[in-house]
């Protein structure tokens, strides 16, 4: 089956810091992806879609100069989280949208910002 | 506004026995539903899919699912219970009624299995 890869799967980091996740599709190309946030015991939250060579597209509330969205390639997606602070903690989960337009996620990665 | 409500958060069944998710949706056209289950450290796995057509969809892992357009509901149903399904199981739906779209989810219900 197709697979979607994070890393790192867990990251800690400084107030102030930025970090940089990566989603990878292991083996398949991937023109959409979707990033999402889930906060414990809740649902996941689309926070933007990211199409491989175009601007992401953010949805309302989710401030683009936090969130740097970058889709370089067919298989890679990367979130960067700029200028972290402890509100940011979250788990981040990326998808992937194969050609059957089925979507696949990856693992997660757990952000804690101190 | 697309939504998806699942009422339960928290549901604990006894080992063998069956099991109902609920979800309950609001789509303005014909919904494109799906049934994710979350397992700590893990992504979220497709268990069951609605497009179209046999409103009864069957699933991975024994489960099945009826899409109910009067009640808007689309329940997760299993006959028998195993300790390894508990984990936490997501209801959604495609926004734009695009399969491949954006996807809103449900809060989640999470199932808990007594030995």
């Known amino acids: 089956g197709a697979v979607v890869s994070q890393h790192p799967s867990w990251v800690i980091c400084k107030s102030g810091t930025s970090v940089k996740i990566e989603c990878r599709s292991l083996?398949?190309?991937?023109?959409?992806m979707f990033w999402y946030r889930q906060f414990p015991k809740q649902s996941l939250m689309l926070m933007a879609t990211?199409?491989?060579?175009?601007?992401?597209?953010?949805e309302q509330g989710v401030e683009k100069d936090k969130f740097l969205i970058n889709h370089a390639s067919l298989t890679l997606s990367t979130l960067t989280v700029t200028s972290a602070h402890p509100e940011d903690s979250s788990f981040y989960i990326c998808s992937a949208r194969a050609i059957s337009n089925e979507q696949f996620f990856g693992p997660g990665t757990r952000l804690t910002v101190l | 506004a697309q939504s998806v409500t699942q009422p339960d958060i928290h549901i604990t069944v006894s080992e063998g026995a069956s099991l109902e998710l609920r979800c309950n949706y609001s789509y303005g056209a014909t919904p494109y539903l799906f049934w994710y289950v979350q397992s700590p450290g893990q992504g979220l796995q497709l268990l069951l899919k609605y497009f179209s057509g046999d409103t009864l969809v069957q699933g991975i892992k024994g489960f099945e699912a009826e899409f109910k357009r009067s009640q808007s509901s689309f329940n997760l149903r299993k006959p028998s219970v195993h300790w390894s399904d508990a984990a936490e199981y997501f209801c959604?739906?495609?926004?734009?009624?695009?399969?491949?779209?954006?996807?809103?989810f449900g809060q989640g219900t999470e199932l808990s299995v007594k030995p």
């Open positions: 083996d398949f190309q991937a023109t959409t």
């Open positions: 959604a739906v495609a926004y734009t009624g695009n399969q491949g779209g954006k996807l809103i």
């Open positions: 990211s199409n491989e060579g175009s601007k992401a597209t953010y």
